[in-house]
């Protein structure tokens, strides 16, 4: 059976020009065409959105980089990796003697974590516990996690959990944004201290924290990209 074939209008039929030689169009092409432009625009600014974010974490990488003294054959960890772009920025820094141990809690997040796993050599997923890295004791020389940290349901136990999974004198990069000033609901998420005061982590009590837990603050760049800050930590020989 034989399709119906499709009637095209003639270019000229839908284009037409002013008399200052401006392209218009008649009212058959604006209705068939709004959809496809309002299609076309809303790719766009998807594209424009994921390239912004790729450059802000690709730059933060950077950052981190000099931050931790990442050095070919340095062996890394993210702590609530989400969809692996900051670690495989990190992979890329270590080469291929180095190695980057990438955690997350969710299901989903980590199926996507065990395939880039399984594409690079030098990343290792990890089910992350939900107060432990589950990360071999001593293994790394930096850990780094970005907009994480204030999702800790028991931070205590969580910042042992870290402690312990550095080697003497290793390095914690914790990026964080003040209690509302961040992206997404302002209200506290749920499980996590009130203390916290909203969504986000206040400064001043992630450096309390994870003091008390053995830590020593290293650094704290004024120059991190807004809203987030960031504090370098070191375990303590």
Same mark, same amino acid.
């Given at each position: ?8 209008e003639p270019f000229s039929s839908v284009i037409k020009w002013n008399a ?13 065409? %709004? ?25 933060? !990488? &950077?950052?981190?980089? !000099? ?30 003697? &180095? %190695? ?17 796993? #399984? ?27 970005? %907009? ?12 042992? #959990? ?28 749920? &499980? ?5 005061? &909203? ?39």
């Amino acid at each position: 059976m034989q399709g119906k074939a499709l009637a095209l209008e003639p270019f000229s039929s839908v284009i037409k020009w002013n008399a200052e030689g401006e392209m218009t169009s008649n009212r058959s092409f604006d209705m068939r065409s %709004r959809q496809l432009v309002c299609a076309l625009v809303s790719g766009l600014v998807v594209l424009a959105a994921c390239h912004g974010k790729a450059q802000e974490r690709k730059k933060d !990488a &950077g950052k981190l980089a !000099a931050l931790l003294n990442w050095q070919p054959g340095s062996v890394v960890a993210e702590i609530g990796a989400g969809d692996g772009d900051m670690t495989l920025a990190a992979a890329d820094l270590v080469g291929p003697t &180095g %190695r980057v141990y990438t955690t997350e809690l969710e299901p989903a997040k980590l199926a996507k974590l065990q395939s880039l796993a #399984s594409e690079h050599k030098n990343i290792i997923a990890v089910k992350a516990g939900q107060a432990e890295t589950n990360l071999p004791p001593g293994c790394c020389d930096s850990i780094f996690m970005r %907009r994480v940290y204030h999702h800790f349901t028991d931070p205590e136990k969580e910042d042992a #959990s870290l402690f312990q999974s550095l080697k003497p004198g290793g390095l914690l990069a914790v990026i964080d944004f003040q209690p509302g000033e961040g992206p997404g609901d302002s209200k506290l998420p749920k &499980g996590v201290p009130k203390n916290r005061g &909203g969504h986000g982590m206040p400064k001043q009590l992630l450096i309390e924290e994870l003091t008390a837990a053995g830590f020593q603050v290293e650094a704290s760049p004024a120059d991190w990209s807004a809203p987030d800050y960031c504090v370098v930590f070191k375990k303590s020989k």
